[in-house]
């Protein structure tokens, strides 16, 4: 039977802190970009309103690390229904351009590849783990 996994093996040092430093990247970007057309005074529809809630949780677990394939692979269904949707005009967003969209769904989906990294609270709560198997008693005899 084989055993399927939901994460990566966590990679340590600098191969760590570079995970950390992307999906940093990635998880401030959404947070703050959603964050703002949130709070930027422009009437939003219901569905951008909870994109962009959606967006703002996933930014903040991708921060911490937690749950961060499935968190990237939301985010870049997300991206890809921002380029198929507009937002209210006037409202100002670094991910204005298709370019930019594209960029954070490629960003998001090396993560779901790459894992979250040592650094994250994934590492903590499903990390590496040692199981130990006992011998094999012989059967009781009558």
């Known amino acids: 039977m084989q055993l399927q996994r939901a994460f990566t093996s966590f990679p340590t040092g600098p191969a760590g802190i570079a995970l950390l430093a992307l999906r940093a990247a990635v998880g401030a970007t959404?947070?703050?970009?959603?964050?703002?057309?949130?709070?930027g005074g422009h009437a939003v529809t219901y569905a951008v309103a909870v994109g962009c809630l959606c967006a703002i949780v996933a930014g903040v677990a991708l921060l911490i690390g937690y749950l961060t394939p499935f968190v990237s692979a939301m985010l870049c269904a997300e991206g890809a229904c921002l380029m198929c949707v507009r937002l209210p005009?006037?409202?100002?967003?670094?991910?204005?351009?298709?370019?930019?969209?594209?960029?954070l769904c490629l960003t998001a989906a090396a993560l779901i590849a790459l894992g979250p990294g040592a650094i994250s609270l994934d590492a903590r709560v499903f990390g590496r783990r040692e199981i130990a198997i006992p011998a094999k008693?012989?059967?009781?005899?009558f």
């Open 30 to 39: 959404a947070a703050l970009e959603a964050g703002r057309i949130l709070i």
């Open 137 to 141: 008693k012989p059967p009781a005899e």
């Open 89 to 103: 005009v006037g409202a100002l967003s670094l991910l204005d351009s298709h370019t930019a969209t594209i960029a």
